[in-house]
């Protein structure tokens, strides 16, 4: 027995020595834990040391890099290629025409017909700028920079420090007086022949930088472009519901004492997609007047359309972008309207951002990165899309082609109903029908064309806001084919004898 008990002494004992052992051992291993932790935490609040100074002149994104180098590296990887089924390009991209002979007739007659290609990787877009056919051979305005190169430091200085004053002369010079205006304001480069000719066009302007999207001295993000800070207020001003924009609704509520000022009143969430609309977006840069985003009724394709039926130039000329050469209807021209289609889709209203498709964050040792290179997310799905969808990377695939496809056979429709309008105005127009007797077919032409460009010049394929892009392409093919009956019934003898 008393053996069976000191038995039990003696393994109490030991069992009391091994618990105050491990308990040790976890003592020493939350400790290290705990400091580790709290280290990270330091790291994670000062994820960097302020090198060099950057400051609102600073556009040479090298110089930041010095300060922010994993940003940095992603973003020069916007030079490189990538390539999906309906996005991204090759080197030198292909001409869009050469997919879609189409583009060439809906176009007849403006600067597009001649030179209109896919996008690709944000470091090229001054030198994609500077080359195209469409500012060589055609006058184009000086506004086209905002959207294409850092150019606040020289609205700044044509403005006398006023930038809204800069952007609006910036804008009545020509292209390439304005592009000279660019290269005298400089940029603060200390880094000595240290970028890619890509970031550092030999005459010393760049690409859209990191002072575009980032208060220097905050690291905030911020937006910076004129245009698109008129045009979120003019939208504000307006009543068009904007359900995924909640601060707009907010200030509504409040009274609408000041303007609306993106800078002070969108969320943080909401910021993540306002930097990329300052340029992907629908807007009107012509000679005629001041770049300006037409959003004032709201941001949806016929709320664009009402704004600029509604709209006249300077001159008294209502609103169109060019007259269709063979069949003389003043037409628009669509852009880009990512931030527009985005809009009406069902991310957005869910509150998920441009940045957390195109920019997902990324780990590195404590750090939560953005991946600054801004590129399809089809290449970079894990990131992209798992993080909040459980499903495989084939099946994600597939859920997306699954919409583009479908979109890209409406399109296709669309773009066959458009051309046998044309094809019908033509005719009439041979068999002697005038123009006057045709405006309500020319009407027609303006609205079918409006809905097939915007969705032909968003860059997602439909996958933005599938349901919304299918609804605008049923409307271009109802339009095309309204008039094309009426115009082929008016060269069929119905008309009153050619006089
Ligand atoms: C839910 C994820 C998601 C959100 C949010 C999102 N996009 Fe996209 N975007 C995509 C996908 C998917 C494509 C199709 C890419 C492809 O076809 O390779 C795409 C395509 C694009 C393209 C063309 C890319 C290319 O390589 O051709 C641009 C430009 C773009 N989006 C801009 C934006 C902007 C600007 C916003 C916010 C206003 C936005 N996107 C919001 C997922 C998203
Ligand atoms: C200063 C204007 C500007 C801003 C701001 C901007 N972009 Fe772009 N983006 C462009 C231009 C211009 C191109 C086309 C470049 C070319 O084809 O040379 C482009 C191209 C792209 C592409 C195609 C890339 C490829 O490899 O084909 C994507 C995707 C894209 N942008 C998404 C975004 C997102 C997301 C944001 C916000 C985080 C954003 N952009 C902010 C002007 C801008
Ligand atoms: C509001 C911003 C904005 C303005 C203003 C703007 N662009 Fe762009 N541009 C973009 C964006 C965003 C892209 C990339 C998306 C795309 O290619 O559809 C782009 C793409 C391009 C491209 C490459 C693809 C192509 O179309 O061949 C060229 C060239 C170009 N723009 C020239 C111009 C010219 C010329 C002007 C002036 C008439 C101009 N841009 C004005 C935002 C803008
Ligand atoms: C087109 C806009 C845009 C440009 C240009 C841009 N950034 Fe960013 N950056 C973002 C967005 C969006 C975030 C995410 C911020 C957030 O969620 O608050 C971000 C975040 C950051 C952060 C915070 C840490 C992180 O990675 O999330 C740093 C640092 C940063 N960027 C540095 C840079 C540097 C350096 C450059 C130039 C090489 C640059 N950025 C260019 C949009 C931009
Ligand atoms: C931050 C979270 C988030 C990210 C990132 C995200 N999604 Fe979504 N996605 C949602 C939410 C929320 C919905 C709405 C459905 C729901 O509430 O479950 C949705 C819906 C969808 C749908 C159904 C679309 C429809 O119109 O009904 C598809 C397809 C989809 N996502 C694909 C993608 C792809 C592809 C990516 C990456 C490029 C992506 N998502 C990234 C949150 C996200």
Redesign the pocket.
Known sequence: MSDSFSNTRRRRALLLGGIAGVFAVMVFLITGLLTSIFQRKQEAKN??VRLVEVNEETTD??A??V??????D???RTTESTKTRFGGSETLPAEKAAANPWLTRMFAGYAFAIDYRDRRG?AYMLQDQDQTRRVTEKKQPGSCLQCHTAVMPTYRRLGGGDVFKGFEALGRLSYQEARAEVVKTGSSNPIAGGTQATFQHADGAHP???????DPQS???RVTRPGFIRGIQALADGTAPTPHLESIERWRAGGRAKPYDPNVDAS??E??SY??G??HVEYYCGPKTTLFYPWNNGLKVDQIESYYDQYKFPDGHRFYDWAHAETGAEVLKAQHPEFETWSQGIHARSGV???DCH?P?KREGA??????W?RSPLTNISRACQVCHPYSETEIQARVGAIQERTHQLLDRSATALTALLDAVVAAKKSGVSEAQLADVLALQRKAQWRLDFVAAENSMGFHAPQETARVLAEAIDYARQGQLAASTRSSGARPAAR
């Not at 300060?67 to 940095?72: D, H, L, T």
């Not at 750090?367 to 600054?372: E, F, L, Y």
């Open positions: 994820p960097y994104p090298a930041w890099g300060n922010w180098a994993r940003e940095y992603d973003y020069k944000h859209v930088a990191c002072v575009d999207c980032h690291m905030e993000l943080r969430q910021m993540r930097v990329c300052q340029c951002s441009c940045a920019m964050y750090m939560k990165v953005s991946d600054h801004v």
